[in-house]
């Protein structure tokens, strides 16, 4: 869609309001809106000016002058709006060279493309994200400096069976039993079929949906891969979608990797696959009909998973997931058909164009641009430098004793530790410019400064349940 055609679109039907949406560096939606009659063609040439001092990990105050310049690719009528609106989503550049700005996670994604084809391996990557989320009736917390508390609750949760409902109709699914009971016991599934006709009416194809393993309402809704920019365009629908649907019917939804304790968490299955040509590179003859581009692949995102995890597993509270017992992958290991691997290759058939591989670490907390790149990076970075990973191991990973799970990597244990991983690790990520050091330092610093350190210095519930009677 040209910009006079996003016009025309938006003219017929009957918009009042454009939204200029763009993602800050954790990776939220940020939005301003202005009438339609301020709408021209030069807008999406010359962009709007703002302020970026206020945004998370953006420009100082002393140097916040910034342009969003909407992509008419984009054009879509939002969807919640009470007045008909335009939505359109935003590159960010800098006011007086129009060049892309170095921490907008879009632009990241567009660089880590333009290298790709640069290097002549591929001209396409294929990315298909699977994020999980739970859906609760009611979430409260509170931190001061003298308490601090979490409450999340839903109807349909196991901890609520013996609760007085005025008549408790039970069908409550059981810790890891949510993987996946028909209604009654699926409380969501009106819900999330409300979601998938939302996603459709955008654009986005459906695969299917379902409860997911936990209780408390997890789900789980899968959409049709995309090559990487519009893929994480996607994404980024998908999770406003999930969040305001629920909101409409007076609930609300989380892709926080762990809010329940003993019990799955929400993770964010990656499938990805290079493409050229029209041609796809991962099929062929070696195991578990790869080809060889894909085990050095392969051996790119083993290699450098510990870093990369500090941007596929951003949070402190993404730790709490990739713990054994979990259905989390914690072992850097590759596999056929094996969901206990870090990666899996899929039983895909015999096809050569659904020939892909699974990157089954990150979790939905992640800001798509940054997660897509460091994982096409890293992919590259093993191509280029024939990096094989090893045996696979065909065995549950899962079920391994300490004895036997010795010597396997694993990952990062916190989030401090993926941040100095990534520290130490940077350099492919640094090349053809697509990330910047200044972009890789202000992350590092940014999530030691607002979640490691400040984590560090709180006392939590669990400590006074340890402690208060030493």
Same mark, same amino acid.
């Given at each position: ?18 939204d ?16 339609? /009659? @301020?709408? !021209? ?7 709007? &000016?703002?302020? +970026?001092?206020?945004? =998370? ?33 935003c ?8 060049e ?54 839903? /109807? @349909?949760? !196991? ?7 005025? &008549?408790?109709? +039970?069908?409550?699914? =059981? ?32 695969e299917?949906?379902h ?31 999930v ?17 329940i ?8 299955h990656?499938?990805? /696959? ?15 009909g ?31 997931r ?149």
């Amino acid at each position: 869609m040209t910009a006079k055609e996003a016009i025309e679109f938006a003219k017929k039907n009957n918009v009042l309001m454009v939204d200029f949406k763009f993602t800050d560096l954790p990776g939220m939606w940020q939005h301003f809106t202005i009438p339609l /009659s @301020e709408l !021209t063609e030069d807008i999406f040439e010359e962009g709007l &000016g703002f302020d +970026g001092s206020s945004l =998370r990990g953006w420009q100082s105050i002393h140097d916040s002058d910034m342009i969003v310049k909407p992509d008419p690719t984009t054009a879509k009528i939002d969807p919640f709006m009470e007045v008909p609106t335009l939505s359109l989503i935003c590159d960010i550049v800098h006011p007086d060279t129009y060049e892309s700005y170095h921490r907008d996670p879009r632009q990241i994604v567009r660089k880590a493309i333009s290298y790709m084809q640069s290097t002549g391996i591929a001209d396409t990557c294929y990315f298909g994200p699977e994020a999980e989320f739970f859906i609760f009736d009611d979430v409260r917390y509170e931190q001061t400096s003298y308490g601090g508390f979490y409450q999340v609750d839903s /109807s @349909e949760a !196991t901890w609520n069976s013996g609760r007085d409902e005025g &008549g408790n109709l +039970g069908y409550k699914p =059981r810790h890891k039993e949510g993987y996946f009971p028909a209604m009654p016991s699926d409380t969501h599934h009106d819900l999330r079929t409300e979601i998938c006709l939302e996603l459709e009416k955008v654009g986005i194809t459906v695969e299917r949906q379902h409860h997911e393993v936990a209780t408390a309402g997890q789900g789980e809704i899968d959409i049709r891969f995309d090559s990487a920019l519009e893929m994480a365009d996607k994404m980024m629908w998908f999770k406003y979608i999930v969040k305001n649907v629920a909101r409409r019917h007076n609930k609300t939804a989380t892709f926080m990797p762990k809010p329940i304790f003993n019990d799955n968490g929400s993770g964010m299955h990656t499938h990805m /696959s290079l493409w050229k040509g029209g041609e796809p590179l991962f099929a062929g003859d070696k195991y578990a009909g790869l080809s060889e581009l894909a085990l050095y692949y392969i051996g790119g995102i083993l290699k450098h998973a510990p870093a990369i995890c500090a941007f596929t597993n951003p949070t402190t509270n993404s730790y709490k997931r990739l713990v054994p017992g979990f259905e989390a992958p914690v072992k850097l290991a590759y596999s056929y058909k094996n969901r206990s691997a870090a990666i899996r290759i899929p039983n895909s058939g015999p096809n050569p164009k659904a020939k892909r591989i699974e990157f089954r670490t990150p979790d939905p907390a992640a800001n798509i641009y940054f997660a897509e790149a460091v994982l096409l990076m890293a992919g590259l970075d093993g191509i280029q430098n024939k990096i094989l990973p090893g045996d696979p191991l065909e065995k549950d990973i899962y079920g391994l004793s300490p004895e036997e799970a010795k010597g396997i990597p694993s990952v990062p244990a916190t989030l401090e530790e993926a941040l100095k991983a990534l520290e130490n690790d940077m350099d492919f990520l640094l090349r053809g410019d697509v990330f910047t050091k200044d972009l890789i330092e202000s992350w590092i610093q940014y999530k030691y400064e607002r979640e490691v350190i400040p984590l560090q210095q709180r006392p939590v519930p669990y400590e006074f349940y340890l402690y208060y009677d030493l």
